[in-house]
Each structure stands twice: as structure tokens, then as C-alpha cells.
């Protein structure tokens, strides 16, 4: 496959910012190996933004012959009070639920889940050299950057915070270096590690990324954030201005039920939560079923997505891109519940074989209703 639709497929959708475009260029045509990798704290259960997003851009990478990695961060989610702060805890969920929730999500978009290789992150963070790469690390980004940086464990500035949580930004960025990654991957919450490890990588000692006597900089592949179905904070959305500053209140949660989709929702569930939806009519660019439509349904185009009515209101439509299906929105021509009642129907049967895998094995599913789930 030449070098062209290498970085075709990685800059497909669900991608949203790849830094840099260039940088990947210059790895690929030097020839380096190349690592992906995307971490994940264990948290709650999975959701479309995480299973979805994450399955999608793992099998594009597959197919432009990129090594996939997931990192199972488990100090990660101790250190940020995930599960109640129960590592132990953590790491059967890690092993469990997590990891076999995510071989089913990169499965149903397409990709290879025994080409991804598990890892846990205490393996490598029990190895006394990691931690010189997180002291190298912290050597180059100021305590000030690093407070701005907690944002990406889902924390504010100003927020009570203990003193372990300053180090998480450092840890990530150690997580690139010590894993030797090329491409780190994350969702767009997750950006400021990731500019700060292409940052410091002509400053590292330890661990930095080399290829024949060159020091590189990892890429930095961030993913869409998938809109909750909730209605937004304040609404209407006045400017992409605000848009930005809500964006991330405005993302699906796993403390929010009803506004998330999960990957073993039932059939009831899915279309339960797609009619409790927010998606006012002829709003085009601040509603969350469009957006799912785009970056699920329509991420690869043209495809063919039937919408099925009453005959009295127009019969049924089939679309085959996302700007028709808008173009009709916009214009009054397609009904709200008829857009809810098609992507619930449409993501009710992409997510079968994950809810018959669960069925066939319990287990993980019945391990998590029994745990503690925090933000």
C-alpha cells in the first residue's frame, strides 16, 4: 500500500486533528515501525464515544499496516479515583469488562481485535526505568503547565485535587516514550499530553523515540468527541465560540446514562434512550443524533441508510451521504423521531454480535453491576 492511502486512511473519520500531518509523512517515508497506541482509564461501561470512536479509527490503522495497541492505564484510573480507588478492583475490570468490551467494538467497526495487543499498564510502571522517563519528562514542562494539563483526567483548575493527580499529565506522556509509540491516539479531551510529549521530544534522555540516529516526534491522532444526547447547558448555542466552551459538558458520559449509548445496551434500551433524545427540528449543527448519523453511519461514504415512514408522511428515504441527510433535516422535510427511530434501528443491529458475545459470556457484564462506578 503506498504512502498516500496510508495516511488516507488514518485521517479518515472519526479523526478530527492529526499533529502533524507532515510528521506522519516523514515517519512513513523513512520507514520507521509503526506503534499506535490509545489508553483508557477503567472507569464505568463502555460507551459509543469510547467503543465506537476508538473501534473505528483501530481498524483504519490496521489498514494502513500500523502495529494497534490499548493500554489498559490502571494506576491511571487509581490515581484519578476511578471504581472507588480500588486498584485491585480495577484491574479485574481492566482484564474483564474492559478488554473484551473492546475487542467486540474494534470487531463491528471493521477491524482485527487479535491484531490489537492488551496492555496493562502496571506491568511497565512497576519497571524502575519508566519512572526515570516520567522524572525526564517532568524536567521539561513547568508545575503551571502541568496544572492546566489535569483537565485531561476530566478535573478543572481550582478543583481539590491531591498531589498524585499532578503527576498523571507527566505519566502519560511517559506512557508514548517508554512504549516506543508513533501515532498516540486519544479522544480530543486528550490533546494537551499529547502536544506536550511532541513538545519535549528533542529534550528527553531517556526512552526518547529514535530511528537511526534521529530523535523523533510522535504523532498525536485525536478522535471525535461524540455529542451526549442530553440537551446542552444552555441552548440555543449562540456561536462556535460557545459550542467550544461547552463542548465537553456537551460530550456523552458514563454518569449520565440517558445520554449515552453502551455497547450492550438491549434493543428496548437503545431505542428508549434515541426517543428521550435531544435533536430539536431543522437544528443542523448542535444535535447529537446527526452527529452520531455522521461519525457513525455516514463514516464511510456513499452508504446506504433507509429511514422508514407511514406513506401519509412521505414513505420511506434512503440517503447515501450525510449532507443529503442534513440538507432534508434543515428543511423541515424529515421528521425528528423518524431520524431518532432510524439510527436507534441502525445502531441496534450494528451492536448485536457485542450484546450476543455478552450473552454468551456474563461474566464481565455481571462483575460490573456488582462494583462501585465513580466519575
Not at 496510508?6 to 479523526?15: D, G, M
Request: aromatic share 8%; net charge neutral.
Amino acid at each position: 500500500m503506498d504512502i498516500e492511502r496510508r495516511i488516507e486512511l488514518i485521517k479518515r473519520k472519526p479523526t478530527e486533528e492529526l499533529l502533524t500531518e507532515e510528521n506522519l509523512r516523514h515517519l512513513l517515508e523513512v520507514g520507521v515501525p509503526m506503534q499506535h497506541y490509545i489508553g483508557f482509564e477503567i472507569s464505568g461501561y463502555i460507551h459509543l464515544g469510547t467503543g465506537l470512536m476508538a473501534g473505528a479509527k483501530i481498524a483504519d490503522l490496521q489498514k494502513a499496516g500500523i502495529k494497534t495497541r490499548i493500554f489498559l492505564a490502571d494506576w491511571h484510573s487509581w490515581i484519578n479515583d476511578k471504581l472507588g480507588g480500588d486498584l485491585e478492583v480495577i484491574q479485574k475490570v481492566a482484564l474483564s469488562y474492559f478488554k473484551e468490551g473492546m475487542k467486540q467494538s474494534v470487531k463491528v467497526m471493521g477491524g482485527d481485535p487479535d491484531k490489537v495487543e492488551f496492555v496493562l499498564a502496571s506491568e511497565i510502571l512497576e519497571k524502575g526505568d519508566y519512572w526515570q522517563t516520567v522524572i525526564d519528562i517532568s524536567k521539561n514542562v513547568t508545575l503551571a503547565r502541568m496544572m492546566r494539563s489535569i483537565t485531561i483526567m476530566g478535573r478543572q483548575m481550582g478543583e481539590g485535587i491531591d498531589f498524585a493527580k499532578l503527576i498523571y499529565p507527566a505519566m502519560q506522556v511517559a506512557d508514548i516514550y517508554y512504549q516506543g509509540v508513533t501515532i498516540a491516539h486519544a479522544g480530543m479531551d486528550q490533546r494537551k499530553a499529547h502536544v506536550i510529549a511532541i513538545e519535549v521530544a528533542q529534550k528527553l534522555k531517556y526512552h526518547a523515540l529514535e530511528w537511526k540516529g534521529e530523535k523523533l516526534k510522535p504523532v498525536a491522532l485525536h478522535h471525535h468527541l461524540l455529542l451526549g444526547l442530553q440537551e446542552p447547558p444552555v441552548w440555543p448555542i449562540e456561536s462556535e465560540e460557545q459550542f467550544k466552551e461547552l463542548k465537553t459538558q456537551m460530550k456523552m458520559s458514563k454518569s449520565k446514562p440517558y445520554s449515552a449509548v453502551f455497547i450492550h445496551d438491549s434493543p428496548e434500551e437503545i431505542r428508549q434512550k434515541l426517543r428521550k433524545a435531544f435533536c430539536p427540528a431543522k437544528e443542523v449543527k448542535y444535535n447529537p443524533v446527526l452527529d452520531w448519523a455522521e461519525y457513525i453511519i455516514f463514516r464511510e461514504e456513499p452508504t446506504e441508510f433507509t429511514i422508514h415512514r407511514p406513506a401519509k408522511f412521505g414513505g420511506d428515504v434512503t440517503y447515501t451521504t450525510i449532507e443529503e441527510l442534513k440538507r432534508d433535516f434543515a428543511e423541515g422535510k424529515l421528521h425528528p423521531l423518524d431520524l431518532k427511530n432510524a439510527v436507534a434501528e441502525y445502531l441496534i443491529e450494528l451492536l448485536k454480535p457485542v450484546r450476543d458475545y455478552f450473552e454468551r459470556n456474563p461474566e464481565p457484564l455481571e462483575l460490573m453491576r456488582e462494583i462501585k462506578i465513580t466519575r
